[in-house]
């Protein structure tokens, strides 16, 4: 299971930090991430990091401005969100990835997913 937390309220240009905490089994080997849907619109990747740390991939919409980590002693994902803009208001899901790895992620192949977190943005 995979309980994502942190959403809010925020004004532009404040910061967020989204965690996502896999209990019930450990997923340290697994490509964590996150997408997000915004209302209207279909579900878009966001970022993703893989098992070990060593590699994330942004979508460029939040490159420079989102911080995807982990802590896998934790089994626990955060996304830094920095300089918010009211288009980040959305749904943020996190998932993982077991079998694809990253490439899950890149390919929109995913194994687990967590309940929404509401992020909304005001301008």
């Known amino acids: 299971q995979l309980q994502a937390s942190g959403g809010g309220l925020v004004q532009a240009g404040d910061s967020l930090r989204l965690s996502c905490l896999a209990s019930g089994r450990t997923l340290s080997s697994a490509a964590m991430g996150w997408f997000r849907q915004a209302p209207g619109k279909e579900r878009e990747f966001v970022a993703c990091i893989s098992w070990n740390g060593g590699t994330t991939y942004y979508a460029d919409s939040v490159k420079g401005r989102f911080t995807i980590s982990r802590d896998n002693a934790e089994n626990t994902v955060y996304l830094q969100m920095n300089s918010l803009k009211p288009e980040d208001t959305a749904v943020y899901y996190c998932?993982?990835?077991?079998?694809?790895?990253?490439?899950?992620?890149?390919?929109?192949?995913?194994?687990?997913w967590g309940q929404g977190t509401l992020v909304t943005v005001s301008s």
């Open positions: 998932a993982a990835s077991v079998r694809a790895g990253i490439s899950g992620f890149l390919q929109n192949v995913v194994d687990y």
